[in-house]
């Protein structure tokens, strides 16, 4: 199967039993308390035999009595990784269910142009990775069928991909789908369960307790989250779409309410203009749009370039060119010293691609936030 948007992790086939002979766990504890760190190591025994040189370690920890999952991924080099999760203030007291699910290899993506023309043997395409500095600039050969394979990548969090024609166009036209092993349907080659509990103190009466791990199963089908109270009907004020698309999409500093908003998804202004900074220009006094020494655009306000966000993945002068406007849900904009990155006192634009049925709507795809791996110390919450 293809995703326009690799954000999840895809449905495993079947259910699987604890099988701690395949994988090695080791934890120093199984009871914690809010603000610890649950530090494991896992090691898959003949890894060399097995070809497991390089794999990818699964990590999804089921709440048991309410029926959630959280999802953390790492990378596994021969046969080893050693991570910690710190739990969230915010984590239930319980217990919790931890599955390790083990893939071959590291992360790695292949493509399709669905549309691809007769000069099309080569697409390139940008890598930027989430709260890092710096783009990365490959190319791809594409076969006769339209398919492409990146190479391997290891990248924490998530990274934002575009791609584009080898040869320079006003307009991109790429229509391109992506898909990943690690989140397509797979079935582990080494698993293990283990259990642990959250809080000082656990009433045996007020939640499931698996005494015995060989009863426990592993369902890959997503569980309903028991904490829901069906039938309770909220009513509201109906917000404007592009409020609920910032509501829902602005996160951090991103989400501050001294911002100017244009529209993207019921105006279609920013769609018919020739570029996003020159709709800019003529919408938001101070800012003023010149040109580099390679013709690329950048924009200025007072006397600083202002910083440029796609997704909130900061950008590099001139990469806006590779959104196209009709592609565009939101704008924002912060006046000087917006203080988006830290010791700026320029200002910011924030550009938010549509998503979704907008997405569908849209002519073309050519760029996807994809999802990396977990840091090695990272907190559950």
């Given at each position: ?187 582990p080659v080494a698993s293990a369960t283990r259990f642990i509990t959250v809080g000082k103190t656990v009433n045996p009466d007020e939640m499931t307790v698996v005494k015995d791990t060989a009863a426990y199963l592993f369902s890959a089908e997503e569980p309903v989250d028991k904490t829901l109270l069906p039938g309770v009907v909220v009513t509201a004020k109906i917000k404007k779409r592009i409020d609920q698309y910032n509501d829902e999409n602005a996160k951090g500093l991103f989400a501050r309410e001294d911002a100017m908003i244009f529209d993207g998804l019921d105006d279609e202004e920013i769609a018919r203009s020739v570029s996003v900074f020159q709709f800019l220009q003529r919408k938001v006094p101070g800012i ?94």
């Amino acid at each position: 199967m293809k995703y326009p948007l690799l954000v999840f992790l895809g449905m495993l086939t079947a259910s699987f039993a604890h099988a701690s002979d395949t994988l090695l766990v080791s934890m120093a504890k199984n009871r914690f308390a809010k603000g610890d760190s649950i530090e494991f190591t896992c090691s898959i025994p003949g890894w060399a035999a097995k070809k497991l040189s390089t794999a990818t370690l699964n990590v999804w920890i089921e709440d048991i009595q309410r029926n959630r999952r959280w999802k953390f991924r790492y990378p596994m080099l021969e046969g080893e990784v050693s991570a910690s999760l710190a739990v969230g203030d915010k984590i239930p007291d319980g217990q919790y269910a931890v599955n390790f699910l083990v893939q071959r290899g590291f992360f790695r993506m292949t493509g399709e142009l669905i549309n691809p023309e007769k000069q099309d043997s080569l697409v390139n395409y940008m890598m930027i990775v989430k709260n890092k500095k710096g783009s990365y600039f490959d190319n791809a050969r594409i076969a006769r069928d339209g398919s492409f394979k990146l190479k391997s990548t290891l990248f924490e969090d998530s990274a934002y991909f575009v791609f584009s024609p080898a040869k320079k166009v006003k307009d991109n036209y790429l229509q391109v789908h992506i898909e990943t092993p690690l989140d397509s349907v797979f079935v582990p080659v080494a698993s293990a369960t283990r259990f642990i509990t959250v809080g000082k103190t656990v009433n045996p009466d007020e939640m499931t307790v698996v005494k015995d791990t060989a009863a426990y199963l592993f369902s890959a089908e997503e569980p309903v989250d028991k904490t829901l109270l069906p039938g309770v009907v909220v009513t509201a004020k109906i917000k404007k779409r592009i409020d609920q698309y910032n509501d829902e999409n602005a996160k951090g500093l991103f989400a501050r309410e001294d911002a100017m908003i244009f529209d993207g998804l019921d105006d279609e202004e920013i769609a018919r203009s020739v570029s996003v900074f020159q709709f800019l220009q003529r919408k938001v006094p101070g800012i003023t749009v010149e040109r580099d020494s390679v013709g690329q655009e950048y924009a200025r306000w007072r006397n600083d370039v202002v910083e440029l966000y796609i997704d909130e993945f900061k950008m590099d002068n001139g990469d806006h060119t590779f959104i196209s406007p009709r592609d565009i849900a939101m704008i924002k904009v912060y006046r000087p010293p917006a203080q988006i990155s830290p010791m700026s006192s320029a200002g910011a634009i924030a550009i938010y691609t549509k998503k979704g049925a907008d997405l569908a709507a849209s002519r073309n795809r050519h760029n996807f936030i994809v999802k990396g791996y977990t840091s090695m110390d990272s907190v559950w919450k």
